[in-house]
């Protein structure tokens, strides 16, 4: 097992470590340093790092809400407690529909597509967890990776 944060871990449970849904602005940015940044708007409000977008919930005294990952935003850097994603295999912008299964298949891993998807022109498959992944359509081709709580204005 890897010492810092996986995409496995993060397909498998939600929670990309150190980052976890429910924790509150001030424990992201003490795990995670100031953000590149902010949204204008305060609903939802959220936080840019690199390819790593965060959404905190107004409802709930702007805990994390949502933990989503560009593949359009990779040449960016990612927070240092978060480096090690760089190097996972499944992080890339040519990680095909193929390539995830590959991957979780062996790991009991299953995924479910995403029936009502708001980007019609995308691919959707969810994880037992509830982490959503979207391929762009044309190729199928890793767009992003995403996780919400049950009721957050990001989701899809």
Known sequence: MTSGPSLLEFLQTGTLSPLAIGMSRQDVESSLGKPDDVSTSRK?????????????????????????????????????ALCDLAAD?????????????SHLEPLGIELSPIEHSTY?????????????????????????????????????
Not at 49 to 54: K, V
Not at 89 to 101: A, R
């Open 44 to 80: 939802p409000l959220i936080w840019k790092y690199g390819p790593l977008q965060l959404t905190f919930d107004n409802a709930r005294q702007y805990a994390l809400a949502g933990i989503e990952l560009y593949t359009s935003d990779l040449d960016e850097p990612l927070p240092a």
């Open 120 to 156: 019609d022109d995308r691919i959707g498959l969810r994880t037992g967890a509830g982490v959503g992944i979207y391929f762009r359509s044309r190729g199928a081709l890793l767009d992003k990776i995403l996780f919400y709580t049950q009721r957050s204005s990001g989701q899809n």
């Open 89 to 101: 295999p499944i992080w890339s912008k040519d990680t095909s529909v193929q390539t995830i299964g």
